[in-house]
């Protein structure tokens, strides 16, 4: 009997048993193409360095902006960009890339633009740390100010509480600059 | 365009018949093309069928990194095909050798340089989804001619600029 509902649901089924976009379902630890956080993105070249096709460099627009670029159709989904990426920017997203009609574009390259901020304190362009960082490193009553502070400033203001512990009558001299 | 002509273009449509090319490919890509013929994935529901010669195939599945051996092999292939035909680029490597880019006998340049490519399957390799989503575009081209070998043809004079990659001067 059972038999017998198989194949009349076989016969009232229509011929075509899957059409493209109802294939079989994609296992979700799937490397499929990559999205860039351009937010969470430190422009520290760590996934242009690990990408064996050398499929990710980065571009600079001097004291503007950082570009991140992939070229999908150089990329072998190895997902070492986003094993080696420390703040999580790059992601492989679990779905299958659809095919395109031309290598040039058509969301074969993906360009991301990270844009540089100004220092608070020196005024240089630096790249923003991800505000989860952020969060994390001034959490508790940390320095407000120094959000804002390139690398040098940060390393500056660091070694300025250094010496304040160490020489409590304020030696350091309070605004004094770093050699750049 | 007249009813035969219409009914022409449709069945081009209805039975692109495909014929697999491994231009020094890691077979990855033609190993994804036999899930596809399987009744898994089920090309043959689009009336796909692959045949071993290029002589009866509409669609051209190129895999692989281009080399300056497959690179002849390539073109006397494409060039038994019969009009109107259609390429399919499976994979990385035809776009741009992918990690064997930079190879001594390694063409590092897009295969579009070599045979008009239509479609562009990305992944490495493919998954069949993915291979079969490429030829039903490529299909679709077929009927619309417009897949570059016919919008060649239909310009008469505009035979594509050949570029010279990876030939001997």
């Known amino acids: ?139 508790a009553g940390a320095d407000e100010a120094e959000r804002g502070y390139c690398p040098d400033c940060r390393r500056w203001a660091a070694s300025a509480r250094l010496r304040t512990a160490f020489t409590p009558d304020g030696a350091v001299a309070e605004g004094g600059r770093h050699d750049r | 365009m007249n009813l035969i002509e219409r009914v022409i273009a449709i069945s081009r449509r209805r039975s692109p018949w495909i014929c697999r090319l491994n231009a020094g490919s890691c077979n990855g890509c033609d190993i994804e093309i036999t899930p596809l013929l399987s009744p898994r994935y089920d090309a043959e529901q689009l009336g796909i069928e692959l045949h071993g010669t290029p002589k009866h195939a509409d669609i051209v599945l190129i895999s692989g990194t281009l080399t300056l051996r497959s690179r002849q092999a390539i073109l006397d292939i494409y060039d038994q095909v019969p009009n109107p035909k259609a390429v399919v680029a499976l994979g990385s490597c035809p776009s741009s050798g992918n990690v064997f880019a930079g190879s001594p006998l390694v063409l590092s340049c897009s295969l579009d340089t070599v045979v008009p490519v239509d479609v562009w399957v990305p992944g490495c390799p493919p998954r069949p989804q993915a291979i079969l989503d490429g030829i039903a575009r490529a299909a679709k081209l077929l009927e619309d001619g417009a897949t570059k070998s016919q919008l060649a043809k239909s310009r008469l004079a505009g035979s594509q600029p050949e570029s010279r990659c990876g030939r001997p001067s």
């Not at chain 1, 979700?28 to 990408?51: E, I």
């Open chain 1, 1 to 139: 009997m059972a038999m017998l509902k198989t194949i009349l649901g076989n016969l009232l089924r229509p011929s075509r048993t899957r059409a493209p976009a109802d294939m079989p379902v994609v296992p979700p630890t799937y490397r499929g193409a990559l999205t860039h956080d351009a937010g969470r993105c430190t422009a520290c070249g760590t996934c242009a360095f690990v990408c064996a096709p050398k499929a990710i460099h980065f571009t600079q627009d001097p004291g503007i902006s950082v570009s991140w670029h992939f070229f999908i159709g150089q990329c072998s989904f190895c997902g070492l960009c986003e094993q080696n990426c420390p703040t999580r920017a790059i992601h492989l997203r679990a779905d299958v890339p659809g095919s395109t009609n031309s290598a040039g574009g058509d969301g074969l390259r993906l360009e991301s633009v990270i844009h540089l901020q100004p220092c608070t304190r020196c005024g240089a362009a630096h790249v923003p740390l991800p505000a989860a960082t952020m969060d994390a490193l001034w959490a």
